[in-house]
Structures are given as structure tokens and as C-alpha cells.
């Protein structure tokens, strides 16, 4: 479907460009990373040059502050190449040299991390290309693969889109294929993707109803809305986490990505956690509601839209 752009009654056509080499795609991607991933730059092109190590050059490295997790960045120019193979032959090249990963981040970085600091069941590499073969996009139809897709699209009037290629809801596990690869088992005994389904666990019938409920209600909020889970909870995001969601057995802590004294909320029902001292938890912002029912929904909803539409 072709894009287009008013100009009084009439349809301009916004037409596609492409991009003169892979070297602006990366250039562009590394300075505005925070804005399109919410990711900090650790090395890459414009920051003294790609990361090597053992024979691997790393295009962009970055560290992902949300999850505690290392994002490797490949810019795809060959076709003929797996993703899949190539993916995680990095994610083998992290776990297995963790120190030299901590040193690089703490040689580019004002802060210090610890190799207590990282989560690495949260490791990931992300592929962005213009374009994806067919195959390659259907190389990532596993509903738990550590490896994303971005298209970028480059358009007249300066107008670039990435757009990330979602695999199938109904897509089976990686591991249905991993005994073909002792890299893929070695890889998948420490990463995980974690979904909706791994926090279900924690919770009652009772609070898994209250949490489809709002869920429906949040999703409500816009078209715009991805459901992000994490390893400690659920996270709805719009450019970045608006609100997150942590299912308890009997409760759950919702939590709004709002910072003290943002938050409008004339009832009290949102804890600050910030005062009388800062408190930590697992979700983004300042704010945590607890729920164990649902006769306040819709001024939950009211506080939760505050986060969505300032976020």
C-alpha cells in the first residue's frame, strides 16, 4: 500500500528511496538508538568502530538499561545468509565471553556493570535491513526466538520507518529444531524469551481474569500499543513502557511509568515510591497501584491513559 501526503484535496505519493550504503543505515540507526530501541550505544561506527572479537565483528553494541541485557546489532546486507545460524553464533560469541562484554561497556561507559549487574537470559540480537528475503523472514516464525527483524523503509521528505517483522502468534518453539544445532541448545539453556504465558503461572484464576480485563481496557488506549513481556512482568508499550504489569498469586502490582509528581491522582490510589524513601521494584516509573479486585477499573483506567499519553 502506498503512502501518501495531503496537500489540500489532492494525494501527493510518498515514494520509496533507498538507502546509498549500509554505512548510513548503521550511522543513522547509532545516533538516534534510544529514540528508535530505548537502547544505549556501548560501541559501533560512530563511537571508535566495531566491536571484534574471536574473528566476530559486532556492528552495533548495546546494552538495553530495561531489561539489564545485552543487544547485539547486525546490519543485514547478504541474503543468502540464516538469520537464524547467524544470530546465534553472536549470542555463542556473548555467553561465552561475558568479561570482555562487561570490560567494553565499562570502557565506553561513565557507569560501571558487574557480571552480577547483566541478565543474560535476556540476551538478544537484532537484524535491520531494507530488506529481508522471504526466507529469512520466515526463518524467525518461532514464538521464542532471541533474534528480531527490523525493516527500514526511506521515503521522500526525509521519512524513515522501522517496522519489526512479528512472527506468527501460533508459532512453535525453537526448540522443536535445536537438537539439529549444539549452538542453539548450548544458546537456549541460558536465553529465554519469555512471554504471557510464563507470568501466568504466579497468579490465581481469579487475578488472571482482573488481568484480561484491564488488559482488553488498556489495549483500548490506542492501535499503537505492543505488549512486551519481561522476565518480572508484563510491559505495554508505547514508544517506550507506559505501564507494567507484575501478576501475584492473590494481586496484582501495577506499576505507571511516571515520574514523582506527574501523576494526577486525586483518589490516592497510586503509591509513590519514591517517598518517604526510594523503593525498588521491578517495573518502570514511580508509581505502583496494587489490584485485587476491579470495582475502581475505570479510574485505574483514567491513571494508566495519564502514563499512555505521556509516554
Same mark, same amino acid.
Given at each position: ?23 548510513n ?5 547509532e ?11 556501548? +560501541? ?5 568502530g ?9 556492528d ?6 530495561e531489561?539489564?541485557?545485552f543487544?547485539i546489532?547486525?546490519? +543485514? ?5 540464516? @538469520? ?13 565471553n ?13 557507569d560501571k556493570?558487574?557480571?552480577?549487574d547483566?541478565?543474560w537470559?535476556?540476551?538478544?540480537? /537484532?537484524?535491520v535491513?531494507p ?25 521522500s ?22 537438537q539439529?544445532?549444539?549452538? /542453539?541448545?548450548? @544458546?537456549?539453556?541460558? /536465553?529465554? @524469551? #519469555?512471554?504471557?504465558?510464563? &507470568? ?6 481469579r487475578?488472571?481474569?482482573?488481568? &484480561? ?7 483500548e ?32 502490582k ?14 490516592? @490510589?497510586a ?5 518517604p524513601?526510594? +523503593?525498588? &521494584?521491578w517495573?518502570n516509573?514511580? #508509581?505502583?497501584?496494587?489490584i485485587?479486585?476491579?470495582y475502581?477499573?475505570? #479510574? ?7 502514563? #499512555?499519553?505521556?509516554?
Amino acid at each position: 500500500m502506498p503512502l501518501f501526503k495531503s496537500e489540500g484535496d489532492a494525494l501527493i505519493e510518498i515514494k520509496e528511496e533507498n538507502f546509498d550504503l549500509e554505512k548510513n543505515l548503521q550511522k543513522i540507526t547509532e545516533k538516534n538508538l534510544e529514540l528508535i530501541f530505548g537502547l544505549k550505544l556501548i +560501541k559501533g561506527a560512530s563511537n571508535g568502530g566495531e566491536f571484534s572479537l574471536n574473528g566476530f565483528r559486532i556492528d552495533t553494541l548495546a546494552f538495553d538499561k530495561e531489561s539489564k541485557s545485552f543487544i547485539i546489532i547486525e546490519y +543485514k546486507k547478504d541474503k543468502n545468509l540464516s @538469520v537464524i545460524d547467524q544470530g546465534y553464533a553472536y549470542l555463542s560469541l556473548l555467553l561465552n565471553n561475558k568479561a570482555e562484554f562487561i570490560l567494553e561497556y565499562n570502557e565506553n561507559s561513565e557507569d560501571k556493570l558487574k557480571r552480577e549487574d547483566v541478565d543474560w537470559t535476556q540476551s538478544k540480537v /537484532v537484524f535491520v535491513s531494507p530488506n529481508f528475503t522471504r526466507y529469512q523472514k520466515q526463518a524467525i516464525n518461532f514464538k521464542d526466538l532471541p533474534i528480531e527483524l527490523y525493516e527500514v523503509k526511506r521515503f521522500s521528505g526525509e521519512i524513515i520507518l522501522y517496522e519489526q517483522l512479528k512472527s506468527p502468534e501460533t508459532s512453535e518453539s525453537i526448540n522443536k529444531i535445536s537438537q539439529k544445532s549444539e549452538v /542453539v541448545q548450548d @544458546v537456549n539453556k541460558e /536465553v529465554k @524469551v #519469555y512471554s504471557e504465558e510464563d &507470568h501466568f503461572g504466579r497468579a490465581s484464576e481469579r487475578t488472571l481474569q482482573i488481568y &484480561h480485563e484491564i488488559k482488553e481496557k488498556v489495549l483500548e488506549l490506542g492501535d499503537d500499543i505492543i505488549v512486551k513481556p519481561r522476565k518480572w512482568y508484563i510491559g505495554f508499550k508505547r514508544n517506550t513502557n507506559f505501564v507494567d504489569f507484575e501478576l501475584q498469586k492473590k494481586q496484582i502490582k501495577l506499576f505507571l511509568n511516571l515520574k514523582s509528581g506527574e501523576l494526577n491522582d486525586p483518589e490516592g @490510589v497510586a503509591k509513590d515510591q519514591t517517598k518517604p524513601e526510594p +523503593k525498588g &521494584h521491578w517495573g518502570n516509573g514511580d #508509581y505502583e497501584i496494587v489490584i485485587e479486585n476491579i470495582y475502581n477499573l475505570s #479510574y485505574i483506567l483514567s491513571l494508566i491513559k495519564q502514563s #499512555y499519553e505521556r509516554n
